[in-house]
């Protein structure tokens, strides 16, 4: 009878300790993924920093008549079509994230092409309130590469996590997904040409 309670009390106790153990897994899981969640807010965030800085650029250089429109409008469609891709942080997979990321090129390309149509005028780039914008654009811009490095580290220790034995297990089983990468543009890999 001893005996028998003795295996008992064990096997109960092996038990409850793979429970816990589970239970332990599984917040770990979840904070990991919240972290992630989290670091995307702030990505978003400051990506919509610079579509509300925008709308003042654009109008402080419609201020001189001279300007080139196509220049203006392709700023302002690049702008509209970057603040409508939203992506749901729960899937952040591969296909979403790059739809994300090709329109936000498209809005850093035509800010880019707004730049250097603005050496042209003199004025302007003389204007107090453009070069603050411009000032605050430029570390928007820092402030997204910042994130996005943040964002990349969160979702790699995520991915190990939900990768590494036994938690893999788990994460199969609670539906935990990998989470995609932002990834340099392409052709970033190349120096531009710089010709004096």
Do not use: C, H
């Amino acid at each position: 009878m001893k005996k028998g309670l003795i295996i008992t009390l064990v096997i109960v106790f092996v038990i409850l300790v793979f429970i816990f153990q589970g239970i332990g897994m599984y917040n770990s899981l979840v904070k990991s993924e919240e972290a992630v969640n989290a670091q995307w807010a702030n990505v978003e965030n400051v990506y919509q920093r610079r579509a509300d800085l925008i709308p003042n650029l654009v109008n402080t250089v419609k201020g001189y008549a001279n300007f080139e429109q196509k220049t203006l409008t392709d700023v302002i469609e690049a702008r509209a079509k970057a603040t409508s891709v939203q992506i749901n942080p729960e899937k952040l997979d591969e296909a979403s994230l790059q739809k994300f990321q090709a329109a936000q090129d498209g809005l850093s390309s035509a800010l880019a092409r707004l730049m250097v149509v603005v050496e042209r005028y003199p004025d302007l780039k003389a204007n107090q309130n453009f070069l603050e914008l411009q000032s605050q654009l430029e570390g928007t811009e820092n402030r997204i590469a910042v994130e996005r490095r943040k964002f990349n580290e969160m979702a790699q220790a995520y991915n190990t996590n939900i990768r590494t034995f036994p938690r893999n297990i788990f994460a199969s089983m609670f539906g935990f997904e990998k989470k995609a990468y932002f990834q340099a543009a392409e052709g970033a890999e190349t120096a531009p040409k710089v010709e004096f």
